[in-house]
């Protein structure tokens, strides 16, 4: 510590920093354009699925009221959450598989932070201008002229992201029902305040927080370096064409004043929507979005320069002047193949489990209440709950039958017919002769089939009871 009295003493040191607004420039290239495609194509099925119809009800729909999930044809009840433990198992070696092979591929053109801060910033574009007028209007003091674009800007995010929160919310509750019940405040307190949160929390951080939420709330940024290797794709920068840098004329060639290829014009820097310099190597604030690579390309093209001084190459590939072929042999290397075995293996396994799945289930459970009786007639009854559930989006007709012990029989014709996509909790009762089955508890089998020729069937085991004398 400091003695006292001296200068040191009296100076305060803070870690904090506080937030400098990023002003991302537009920037148009192939990979611009492989950007956009992809927020057009996410946001048509984000936006689309939930008004698709299927055989008069909403394609997709998580009925979570009614436990019922519907897929197109495939509805899933909460005994099938094994598919969805298999769906989270398939998105996260997907995840792993993509960055080992191509690093924050997901991060650049597919996440949803991305998608949606690419469209609110289109809109900020439309109305306020490229990077150097938004800066003018920020650094402007507050008169007519900046409210009103400022107000226009908020009012069309906000319409853009209650339309993002409606559309979420109509994956849980039927969507063409939804703006009748917002006309006539009729939505339930969960429907509120999803569409409210989800609506907030998309203008909040596509307007707002932006890069901040990829450097510093997503956990991907920080552990996605133990997944990448010298042999994985990402943004590079050729230091050794590149360096040293400096500005210059168009018509001077770079080796004769001493200088790369890379004029120092900092292009690259204004067009990161998180605001790094590439040149200075890996970060872990590079979502990989490209647009360092399109801007680059095209000052290179300006400048006569062949293009790929930033691109898309792996760290061996840049250090080793490897080509194309080179670089995607050393590409496909054996974590690589291991990730999408495994990937593969996955997806054949949900794909044929659900191609195979029974639309018939069936849960047998005992009365908890009245084990073994004797009924009016001398024979031992045991009486049974059975929870006939139909997957399909066709009405069964069901035939139920007992087996296991001499004698078994079901009490009443058991048939029974269940809707379609509805189960059906229907009571059974069993009865054995007193001189048939042991004391104790006994093995039987229940017998589901439908009436139709070459219809479904289904076997639930469960005990038939015999009291002790």
Not at 204 to 221: L, S
Not at 355 to 383: C, K
Not at 445 to 454: G, K, M, N, V
Request: net charge positive; glycine share 8%.
């Amino acid at each position: 510590m400091a003695a006292a009295g001296s200068d040191d003493s009296s100076r305060l040191f803070s870690n904090y920093s506080s937030h400098q607004k990023i002003y991302p420039r537009a920037v148009a290239g192939r990979f611009a354009q492989l950007r956009w495609a992809a927020v057009f194509f996410t946001q048509l099925i984000y936006y689309g699925l939930p008004w698709v119809q299927w055989n008069g009800r909403q394609a997709i729909l998580f009925d979570l009221g009614a436990r019922k999930f519907y897929l197109f044809g495939v509805v899933l009840w909460p005994q099938d959450f094994v598919y969805l433990a298999l769906l989270l198992v398939v998105a996260a070696l997907s995840l792993f598989f993509f960055t080992a092979l191509a690093g924050r591929l997901w991060c650049g053109f597919a996440c949803p932070q991305t998608v949606y801060t690419e469209l609110f910033m289109w809109i900020e574009r439309k109305v306020e201008g490229d990077r150097l007028k938004r800066i003018k209007l920020d650094a402007a003091p507050l008169d007519l002229k900046k409210l009103r674009k400022k107000a226009i800007k908020h009012l069309l995010w906000g319409a853009l992201a209650l339309w993002t929160g409606l559309t979420f919310i109509g994956y849980f509750a039927p969507i063409r029902e939804l703006g009748v019940q917002i006309a006539s405040l009729s939505l339930g307190p969960w429907q509120w305040f999803w569409w409210l949160f989800y609506s907030f929390a998309t203008w909040g951080n596509a307007g707002f927080m932006r890069e901040q939420v990829c450097k510093y709330m997503c956990p991907y940024a920080r552990f996605q370096s133990a997944m990448f290797d010298k042999d994985t794709m990402i943004v590079t920068y050729d230091q050794s064409r590149g360096e040293p840098r400096g500005s210059r004329s168009r018509k001077t060639a770079p080796a004769s004043v001493g200088l790369g290829d890379c004029i120092d014009c900092t292009l690259c820097v204004q067009v990161c929507p998180t605001g790094i310099d590439i040149r200075q190597g890996l970060q872990y604030e590079c979502i990989g979005c490209a647009a360092c690579i399109d801007v680059c390309d095209d000052v290179m093209a300006k400048m006569n320069y062949p293009p790929g001084l930033i691109r898309f190459s792996t760290g061996n590939a840049v250090a080793l002047h490897l080509d194309g072929r080179q670089t995607l042999r050393r590409a496909i290397r054996p974590r690589v193949l291991i990730y999408g075995g495994l990937l593969a293996g996955l997806l054949l396994a949900l794909i044929g489990s659900m191609w195979l799945r029974s639309p018939l289930n069936v849960d047998v459970i005992r009365d908890r209440y009245a084990l073994a009786r004797v009924a009016d007639d001398g024979s031992i009854e045991n009486t049974y709950r059975l929870q006939l559930m139909n997957a399909s989006e066709t009405p069964l007709s069901l035939q139920v039958e007992v087996a296991g012990i001499d004698t078994i029989r079901l009490s009443g014709n058991g048939r029974f017919d269940v809707p379609p996509a509805t189960n059906r909790v229907v009571p059974v009762s069993v009865h054995v002769n007193q001189e048939a089955g042991r004391p104790g508890s006994n093995p039987i089998t229940f017998l589901i089939r439908e009436t139709t020729p070459d219809g479904l069937s289904h076997e639930e085991k469960a005990v038939f009871l015999v009291p002790r004398q």
